[in-house]
């Protein structure tokens, strides 16, 4: 294994986490909206016959791996409760005494259906890592071997509160290797390292605007008017109590060389395609399902995404803040929509508001009463369609206990449906994690964002991959749906 490319060893008490993380270990929501604590959880898979999957006994030494590598990693949170929330640590187990088996469990298989697959994820995401009775770290790795014609997956789970999407993806750095045996690198992108210094080197006067901006922004958030109630989010828009339901639907496969080129056609940022597709699909779905919102306001119509912004940093950590983007729903053409997505990122991109955010979540927040905090998040993402996030993943393929990964994906559980795109080995794998009895035929988005790309890439003069197209062309269940 890789031990000395993992994450270096801290025998010290883990430090105090941020507000960030005790919100998650006390509980993110009111009581009364009964939200199980999210989780994040990686599926890797493998191809071909179950050999080709990695066994309890091979995934053995990993465990033991990352116990040694962090007190989050082998240890369990401790804190006293209050009506403010508490200072705490993650108190350290006994690492001999964690048998590295208990943190594995496998499920067996026989599904030639990658559908049928991701119906047994769906119900082993929902398995929570907290029970006392459990009494391990908040997380573990469950193997589905299967021995039928579809992929097996394992599924590296942890509990948000460990760490956020970013510094979980690090820590799997630690644990996979390149084709070579070579250690795999940091895949984060410099770009994202180094944001903020291409943000302070705007002038002084600018930046104490951007300032100013940033921190009203980040003030009225739970005063913004709450999304329209389109034909996508009558049902989940400031639902209480939570229904508990979420299922995943799996996008195909997006070649990474297609993207960049509608990036480039289009002169814009690779997130910008990827978000400018999602309000395509959704303008669709909407146009589809007849939605009285969409006829009425047009372009002017609220609909909005909780985009998770991330601060990336070399140790598990819950750097990351939910700032609200406007998808642009009611634009008539991708040129538009592209503009759209265009404008709004880059002003994120180049201000303060993010900060001001992060910075206001982790000082502002804390001395607040408990039941405030909890019930001030609820309203922000209560008020919100979808969260986003893009996250950067291995450029080339990469092995797990020595087998060869042939797709990674990543399905997080939040309190509203959740769209994550992951790019491995020159593909973006993309996740919807919904509620399919509140959002009626949400498992027409995936054809549906085909389709949306498929319109902007047309728009730019990008020629279509023919497994793009394919994707695009699965009529049947759109045609259904729109036949009910």
């Known amino acids: 294994m890789n031990d000395h490319q993992g994450l270096e060893k801290d025998n010290k008490k883990s430090r105090r986490p941020s507000f960030t993380t005790q919100l998650m270990v006390q509980g993110t929501f009111p009581p009364s909206v009964n939200f199980q604590p999210p989780t994040i959880n990686a599926l890797i898979s493998f191809e071909g016959s179950q050999e080709n999957c990695p066994t309890e006994g091979d995934l053995v030494p990993v465990v033991e791996q990352l116990c040694r ?33 208990d943190m594995i469990r496998t499920v067996e298989l026989d599904c030639d259906s990658l559908n049928d697959v991701i119906a047994t994820v769906d119900e082993e995401v929902n398995v929570c890592l907290r029970h006392e009775e459990r009494n391990l770290p908040w997380w573990e790795f469950v193997i589905l071997s299967n021995k039928g014609k579809a992929e097996s997956i394992v599924i590296f ?3 948000h509160a460990i760490g956020d999407g970013l510094s979980l993806g690090k820590v799997c750095t630690s644990i996979l290797t390149n084709s070579d045996g070579s250690p795999v690198k940091d895949f984060v992108p410099e770009g994202m390292k180094s944001n903020k210094d291409s943000v302070l080197r705007q002038s002084k006067l600018v930046l104490a605007w951007k300032l100013l901006c940033g921190i009203g922004k980040t003030i ?52 910008d395609v990827l978000v400018a597709a999602l309000s395509q699909a959704m303008n669709d779905y909407c146009t589809r399902r007849d939605c009285p919102m969409l006829k009425k306001h047009g372009d002017k119509i609220r609909c909005k995404a909780m985009l998770l912004v991330g601060f990336p ?47 206001l979540q982790n000082i502002i927040m804390p001395i607040l009463p408990s039941f405030l905090t909890r019930l001030i998040i609820h309203e922000c993402f209560g008020k919100f369609h979808i969260s986003f996030s893009n ?94």
């Open 391 to 484: 996250v950067p993943g291995p450029a080339a393929e990469v092995k797990l206990a020595g087998k060869k990964v042939s797709c990674c994906r990543v399905y997080v559980r939040h309190i509203t449906s959740n769209f994550l795109a992951l790019s491995y080995n020159n593909k973006v794998n993309i996740v919807l994690t919904a509620d399919d009895e509140a959002i009626s035929h949400v498992h027409l988005m995936p054809t549906l964002y085909m389709k949306g790309l498929v319109k902007i890439a047309s728009e730019f003069g990008v020629a279509v991959p023919e497994d793009v197209q394919a994707a695009a062309d699965k009529e049947d269940n759109v045609t259904n749906a729109d036949q009910n």
């Open 220 to 271: 009225i958030l739970p005063l913004l008017w709450r999304d329209h109630k389109t034909a996508y989010g009558k049902n989940t828009l400031g639902r209480l109590p939570d229904s508990g339901n979420r299922k995943a639907f799996i996008f195909d496969p997006i070649p990474l060389p297609f993207l960049k080129e509608i990036k480039n056609a289009a002169e814009c940022s690779l997130n």
């Open 313 to 359: 940093s070399g140790e598990l950590h819950n750097g990351w803040c939910p700032v609200p983007l406007d998808l642009g729903v009611g634009m008539k053409g991708p040129r538009d929509r592209i503009a759209h997505a265009h404008r709004t990122t880059s002003d994120l991109k180049s201000g303060l508001y993010p900060y001001c955010t992060m910075a």
């Open 157 to 159: 789970r942890a509990d």
């Open 69 to 101: 590598h962090h007190p989050r990693l082998s240890g369990i949170p401790t804190s006293g409760y209050s009506s403010r929330f508490s200072n705490f640590h993650f108190e350290p187990c006994d690492i001999n005494s964690i048998d590295p088996k």
